[in-house]
């Protein structure tokens, strides 16, 4: 005799369509749990492609001719930072400033970044290239003061503002709705006055020293509970249609 499949009774339909129902809302909970940093990042230009920089500001010393950039942005990680916009080209951004015995030129792009990356109430200003004529010792954190400050750090020496922008805030720990969640950890790969980096992401000790205890943007507790919940409703789903089947 051939068997059909049974049918979901009342009670098995009701967990199905609970667990329909709850799936959508523990995906969100887990992106929500996801987190970034708004801080200025510091690029090279490598041929015509930008590259993440090795050093600080301070500590560079960029050469005559060198194009640097900077981006202001909200990022996860120094990996998946965003890159300065617009035209890189040190001939076209240097074309007005002739070059000077006992002096060096390094092209600069600086990238406000877009409205949604913004602090709270602040609009980003237009993006703008500047080309700095210095003493060839000087750093690319001098070569930027030279043209556009004023420019803004933190106790620690961290670069927080460019030409006053943004005016408030430095490196703040954003959540995945770009609302301020913290001043947080120091975001990875920003950079310092110093040129002190960090790469990678913020692990315990840096949450505990900025008063933020268990909040890293992993998932919470709560959202494996969650899971182990839709987990033991689908057995006990799947167990009652084989058993009224």
Request: aromatic residues 6%; glycine residues 14%; negative net charge.
């Amino acid at each position: 005799m051939i068997r059909r499949a049974g049918r979901v009774g009342g009670s098995g339909r009701a967990v199905v369509l609970f667990l329909a129902a709850l799936l959508p809302l523990l995906a969100g909970a887990g992106q929500a749990q996801a987190a970034g940093y708004r801080y200025w990042s510091f690029w090279d230009l490598d041929g015509d492609r930008w590259t993440y920089a090795t050093q600080g500001p301070s500590v560079a010393r960029p050469a005559d001719g060198d194009v640097q950039g900077f981006r202001f942005a909200v990022s996860e990680e120094s990996d998946d930072s965003s890159q300065p916009r617009g035209a890189a080209d040190f001939a076209g951004i240097c074309a007005k400033t002739p070059a000077k015995d006992g002096s060096k030129r390094v092209a600069l792009v600086i990238d406000f970044g877009t409205a949604e990356d913004a602090p709270s109430g602040e609009t980003p200003p237009a993006n703008r290239t500047a080309c700095a004529r210095v003493a060839p010792d000087a750093s690319t954190a001098e070569a930027l003061a030279s043209v556009a400050e004023p420019l803004r750090y933190d106790n620690s020496a961290l670069l927080c503002a460019i030409a006053g922008y943004p005016e408030r805030g430095c490196g703040e720990q954003v959540s995945g709705t770009g609302t301020e969640s913290g001043t947080g950890a120091p975001a990875p790969g920003k950079e310092t006055e110093g040129g002190s980096e960090k790469t990678g992401s913020p692990d315990s000790s840096d949450s505990s020293a900025s008063g933020e205890s268990g909040d890293d943007g992993g998932p919470s507790l709560g959202l494996f509970a969650g899971v182990a919940v839709v987990a033991l409703l689908g057995a006990a789903a799947f167990w009652q249609v084989r058993r009224r089947g």
